[in-house]
């Protein structure tokens, strides 16, 4: 049986042809990166905590409505998940002030933030990332302005969802980012969210100790990644308190 045919490669994920028409099937690899790609490295077992949890947070969403790309999970490091054509920006919601906001305002990390802040980026990682106002994107022609008023929807509600469910474990939720994707049905088109939500896209901190337990631990060489989004897949109930997570399985044909 044929091998399946590779369509996109990216950082942290394989994008394969699914096995019907509209659908692929999206691979979780290993790799972290930070700084656009400047700081690399393989963590055993990352790939199969992060398509975990992006089951747990995407099926959560679909269940209360908010619509996703994600289909089901396949295997330990596979999910499918449906075609989508990607708006190139970054959907990025802040409940308090970290990374590079912290930065460019001169605030303290963990400020918490009067309202969440939406913002959005430019997808280039040559360019870094950079922040465009609305005026950028609907000039440019990357969204028009009714895409974006559903886009900062769509963004508010998964904080909503997200921001719930990890305070009931006792996580803060500072800040992630989502991607969001166009799909038709029959003449209709609609935004879903896409690409991932996981530990990778998003800043999570203990409640009573502000420890990090997201891919700010490899940023800034805070301790094991693994054990990080291990436990914040334990807190969740999505792995058992004993699992060790599978490395590198064979990807199935």
Not at 51 to 72: A, D, S
Not at 149 to 160: P, S
Not at 163 to 177: H, P, T
Request: with cysteine.
């Amino acid at each position: 049986m044929a091998r399946r045919k590779l369509v996109y490669e990216g950082k942290a994920k394989i994008l394969y042809e699914g096995p019907e028409p509209g659908t692929f099937v999206q691979y979780f690899k290993d790799d972290a990166t930070a700084f656009n790609a400047e700081k690399k490295d393989v963590i055993e077992g990352k790939g199969v905590l992060n398509n975990r949890l992006c089951e747990f947070f995407m099926t959560g969403l679909n269940q209360i409505g908010v619509p996703t790309h994600f289909l089901k999970r396949i295997n330990m490091r596979e999910q499918l998940i449906r075609q989508v054509e990607i708006i190139p920006l970054e959907v990025i919601v802040r409940n308090y002030a970290a990374g590079t906001m912290a930065k460019r305002l001169g605030m303290e990390e963990g400020t918490q933030l009067p309202r969440p802040i939406v913002e959005f980026s430019y997808k280039d990682d040559s360019l870094g990332d950079p922040l465009v106002p609305e005026e950028y994107i609907i000039a440019f022609g990357w969204a028009s302005q009714q895409d974006l008023d559903d886009m900062i929807a769509l963004a508010l509600r998964v904080n909503d969802y997200m921001s719930g469910v990890m305070y009931g474990v006792g996580i803060k939720l500072i800040d992630f980012k989502i991607e969001i994707g166009r799909v038709w049905e029959n003449e209709f088109m609609r935004l879903i969210v896409a690409d991932e939500i996981s530990p990778d896209s998003c800043r999570l901190w203990d409640i009573e100790t502000n420890q990090k337990l997201d891919k700010d631990v490899f940023r800034r060489d805070l301790g094991s990644l693994t054990d990080a989004y291990t436990e914040v897949a334990r807190r969740l109930g999505v792995m058992p308190t004993n699992a060790t997570p599978m490395t590198k399985p064979t990807l199935i044909n």
